[in-house]
C-alpha cells in the first residue's frame, strides 16, 4: 500500500476508534439505564436470574462491539478452542495484554462470572454493566475464595486475570497467587486462555489514542485444561502449592504469549515481534 | 516453647517449611505481607498451623494486629505463658 493509503487509512482509523470508545462508554450507560433495569422487571424478584440475563445482555452487547470494531477496520480477530470455553464449571484464566481482553473473553461466553479490579466498578463507562452483569471484585481474600468456590461448584464458569491488571509490555508476566487459591480451593481444573495482540496496542504503556501501524490482530486460544493435582502430591501445603501453580502459570503464559506473538506475526508478516 | 527465642526458632522453621521462604529473609523486624510475601490467605493457613504446633486455641483475631515477625512471636509468647499462669 503505498504512502497515501496508509495515511489515510491511519487517519480513518484514529477516527473510528474515538468512534468505539465513544459507543462502548455510552452504550454501557445507556444499557443501564434501559435494558439492565427492563430486564429486572422480568426477572421480578429473582436477583440470579437478572444477574444471568444482564450477563447475557453484555455478551450480545460485546459482540456486537466487536463487530462493529472489525467492520471499521480497526482490527481483526480470531479464537482457537472456543468450545472449550463453553464447559460449564470452568475456572478460566487468561493472562491480560490489553483493555479489550474482558469484552473479548465475555463475547465468547454468553454467561460467565469475572472478578474484577475495584477500579472497574468506580469507572463511570464499565460500571453499568460490570454491576448488573454481578462482576466480583478481588476484595477480601478470605470472602473471595469462598464465594468463587461455591459458585464454581454450582457449577457457573469463572473468569479471571490473575495478574490483576494488564501486563507491563517488556516485563516478564507476574500473578497474583488468588487464581490457584481459588483453583485449589475449589479443586477444579484451570482452562488456560492466551490473548495476544499483534500489534501491541491498548496496553499499559500506551495512551488509548496511540494507534498502531496497520489494524492490530488479536487471538484468543483457550488450550487443554490444566489439573492441579499433581501440585499437592508429597503432602505440600495449600500455601506452597498456591505458590508453584502459580510460578507455572508464569512460566506457561509468558511462554504461550511468545511463541502465539510469533506464529501471528510470521503469519501476518511485515511486523517484528514485541520482545517479552 | 517458653521463652521468646526459642518461639522464634520454630516460627522460622513453620514460615520456611509452610511458604517456602528463604531463611536469610527471615527477621524479627521483617514485615510478613512486604518482606516475606505472606498474604492474608497464607496468614491463615499460619495460624492453624500454630494451633497444630502449640496444641492451644489460638483465635485468628488476635494476629489480626500482626505485622512482622516480632509482633508473632510476642503474641504467641503472650498466649502461651497466659494459659500456663
Known amino acids: ?276 | 516453647m517458653q521463652n521468646q527465642q526459642e518461639i522464634y526458632e520454630k516460627l522460622r522453621e513453620v514460615l520456611v517449611e509452610l511458604f517456602e521462604i528463604d531463611p536469610a529473609k527471615i527477621s524479627l523486624q521483617a514485615n510478613l505481607y512486604t518482606d516475606l510475601d505472606i498474604d492474608s490467605i497464607d496468614a491463615v493457613d499460619l495460624v492453624i498451623k500454630l494451633k497444630e504446633i502449640t496444641g492451644k486455641k489460638i483465635q485468628a483475631e488476635e494476629f489480626k494486629q500482626v505485622r512482622t515477625v516480632n509482633d508473632v512471636v510476642e503474641t504467641l509468647h503472650n498466649l502461651l505463658n497466659a494459659s500456663a499462669a
Not at chain 1, 11 to 36: D, E, K, N, Q, Y
Not at chain 1, 107 to 133: Q, Y
Not at chain 1, 144 to 154: N, V
Not at chain 1, 198 to 208: C, D, N
Open chain 1, 1 to 276: 500500500m503505498n504512502r497515501l493509503g496508509q495515511g489515510i487509512g491511519y487517519g480513518w482509523r484514529v477516527i473510528a476508534t474515538g468512534l468505539s470508545f465513544a459507543i462502548f462508554g455510552i452504550g454501557g450507560v445507556l444499557m443501564s439505564l434501559t435494558v439492565f433495569p427492563l430486564l429486572r422487571l422480568f426477572c421480578g424478584s429473582d436477583a440470579r436470574a437478572t444477574k444471568r440475563a444482564s450477563q447475557r445482555a453484555v455478551h450480545y452487547s460485546w459482540r456486537f462491539f466487536i463487530w462493529f470494531m472489525k467492520s471499521v477496520g480497526i482490527l481483526t480477530w480470531e479464537v482457537r478452542g472456543a468450545e472449550r470455553l463453553l464447559q460449564p464449571g470452568r475456572l478460566i484464566i487468561a493472562n491480560h495484554p490489553s483493555l479489550l481482553d474482558v469484552v473479548f473473553m465475555i463475547s465468547r461466553m454468553p454467561m460467565v462470572d469475572c472478578i474484577v479490579k475495584p477500579a472497574i466498578l468506580r469507572n463511570p463507562f464499565m460500571r453499568g454493566p460490570a454491576s448488573w452483569a454481578g462482576y466480583i471484585p478481588n476484595g477480601d481474600p478470605e470472602r473471595l475464595i469462598e464465594d468463587c468456590s461455591r459458585t464454581l461448584r454450582e457449577g457457573n464458569s469463572l473468569l479471571m486475570f490473575p495478574e490483576g491488571t494488564r501486563t507491563s509490555p517488556g516485563q516478564p508476566i507476574q500473578m497474583k497467587r488468588g487464581a490457584a487459591q481459588i483453583a485449589l480451593a475449589a479443586e477444579v481444573e484451570i482452562l488456560p486462555v492466551t490473548i495476544t495482540v499483534v500489534p501491541t496496542t491498548l496496553t499499559k504503556s500506551e495512551a488509548w489514542y496511540q494507534i498502531p501501524s496497520r489494524p492490530f490482530h488479536v487471538t484468543l486460544t483457550a488450550a487443554e485444561p490444566l489439573s492441579l493435582t499433581r501440585f499437592l502430591q508429597g503432602g505440600a501445603s495449600r500455601a506452597t502449592a498456591a505458590r508453584h501453580v502459580t510460578e507455572y502459570l508464569e512460566d506457561y503464559f509468558t511462554q504461550s504469549a511468545a511463541a502465539q506473538t510469533a506464529e501471528v506475526c510470521a503469519r501476518i508478516g511485515g511486523i517484528a515481534p514485541m520482545p517479552v
